[in-house]
Nanobody
Framework: QVKLVESGGDSVQAGGSLRLSCEYS????????LGWFREREGLATICPSY???DTAGSWKGRFFLSRDNARNILLLEMTDLKPGDTADYYC?????????????????WGQGTHVTVSS
């Protein structure tokens, strides 16, 4: 059974930083892809078998995706946060070997974690 649990959301001042974590389980071998979404906007995805990709957006150069292989945690380092980054952030997964940032391609979703950035 796949399970995704996000954490790390908080309220911060503009210019601050946060680290969002997604603990995932239930995937076997490396036949899966994981992504971070802002609401349903795809930010970045990683497929352990063959790579990662991300979108060009207002967050480019400020948010960074990484994965802690040993602990099955997907991280999103968020820096220089802006009020426009205020949103619910979700971690999602799929067993399909697709490097996609389309929310419709993901079958498993966490409960989300909320980020508020004040000016």
């Amino acid at each position: 059974q796949v399970k995704l649990v996000e954490s790390g959301g908080d309220s911060v001042q503009a210019g601050g930083s946060l680290r969002l974590s997604c603990e995932y389980s239930g995937f076997t071998n490396y036949d899966y892809c994981l992504g971070w979404f802002r609401e349903r906007e795809g930010l970045a995805t990683i497929c352990p078998s063959y790579g990662s990709t991300d979108t060009a957006g207002s967050w480019k150069g400020r948010f960074f995706l990484s994965r802690d292989n040993a602990r099955n945690i997907l991280l999103l380092e968020m820096t220089d946060l802006k009020p426009g980054d205020t949103a619910d952030y979700y971690c999602a997964g799929t067993r399909r070997p697709i490097l996609s940032l389309d929310a419709h391609d993901y079958d498993y979703w966490g409960q989300g974690t909320h980020v508020t950035v004040s000016s």
